[in-house]
């Protein structure tokens, strides 16, 4: 499944084992006063591709289908009802190669247009089914994930719009925490964040599973300030992590890797 590689199901636990080893259905009300467009998260536009996976647009700025291969995500903006609960997005998964396998994504938004609360239904399992909730702050910056599956939540930490130190508590409510740098020897300032890139499990080991490729549709809150540049693990191990731009514009990433393993890179092409 190589679009869900953009869901981060494998690159940040390398990143990390390699260097380190290491249900409730009740939302928040459903809110309609904002809705979600990409140029509220993307402000110098979308990327044409992520490690291949293209994105198609409608005429109001809103992500339709993102396709990669056989693997298709659309996205449906309305009324949706689901487990006697009302949402405003569904993103549903499809791979041509299992035709009966696949989900639907249900998501709540708040005021500012981000998802608040999903549910997931299985199309294989109609009466299984997983949850996340989201915090956000004032910016529109991710605070805080609560998920069903795994039971582990998140705590998320800024200071001058970059995310510093995220708690992961476990189901016996023990933290494990991650602390982020913005500067390396190679980068001995920070590197503005002008693309908004934000990989959730990749760059900051946020574990969204099939929620991270929401990010593409504006639908999960607003970047980091500037680009992550190393990551350090609560059992004091470090990552450096390593950004390729154009060389026509410094700014403007073409590639995302952590330490040394440049060839499960994260790739970016532009417009």
Same mark, same amino acid.
């Given at each position: ?11 940040? %636990? ?28 993307? &402000?110098?536009?979308?990327? %044409? $591709? ?6 198609? /647009? ?25 487990? %006697?609960?009302?949402? @405003?997005?569904?993103?549903?998964? $499809? ?12 998501? =709540?938004?708040?005021? =500012?247009?981000?998802? $608040? ?11 299984? @089914? ?24 998140? #705590? ?10 995220? /708690? ?10 991650? &602390? ?13 964040? /002008? ?28 970047? &980091? ?16 992590? @390593?950004? $390729? ?16 393993? #440049?060839? @499960? %890179? ?6």
């Amino acid at each position: 499944m190589k679009l869900l590689k953009l869901t981060s199901l494998g690159f940040a %636990a390398l990143c990390f084992v390699m260097t380190s080893c290491s249900d409730d259905n009740d939302g928040p009300e459903v809110s309609t006063s904002a809705e979600p467009t990409v140029d509220n998260v993307f &402000t110098e536009g979308l990327p %044409a $591709s992520v490690d291949g996976a293209t994105f198609t /647009t409608n005429e109001k700025g809103q992500v339709t289908k993102i396709v990669d291969g056989d693997e298709v995500i659309t996205f449906e903006y309305g009324t949706f009802s689901s487990r %006697a609960a009302e949402y @405003n997005v569904a993103m549903r998964y $499809s791979d041509n190669n299992y035709p009966d396998e696949g989900w639907t994504i249900y998501m =709540q938004l708040n005021s =500012q247009g981000f998802v $608040s609360h999903a549910l997931q239904v299985y199309k294989d399992d109609e009466y299984e @089914n997983d949850t996340w909730d989201f915090g956000y702050n004032a910016d529109g910056q991710l605070t805080s994930l609560k998920r069903s599956e795994g039971e582990d939540d998140y #705590e998320i930490t800024y200071a001058n719009g970059n995310i510093v130190k995220v /708690t992961e508590i476990d189901e016996d409510d023990d933290p494990y925490v991650y &602390t982020f740098n913005y500067t390396n020897d190679k980068y001995t300032t920070p590197v503005e964040n /002008t693309y908004n890139l934000m990989l959730f499990d990749d760059m900051f080991e946020i574990d969204m599973d099939e929620m991270g490729i929401a990010y593409y549709a504006g639908l999960l809150g607003k970047s &980091t300030k500037n680009l992550p540049m190393g990551c350090n693990y609560g059992d004091g191990d470090a990552d450096n992590y @390593n950004w $390729s731009f154009d060389s026509n514009n410094n700014n403007r990433p073409t590639k995302f890797w952590c330490g040394g393993y #440049e060839w @499960n %890179a994260v790739s970016f092409s532009w417009k």
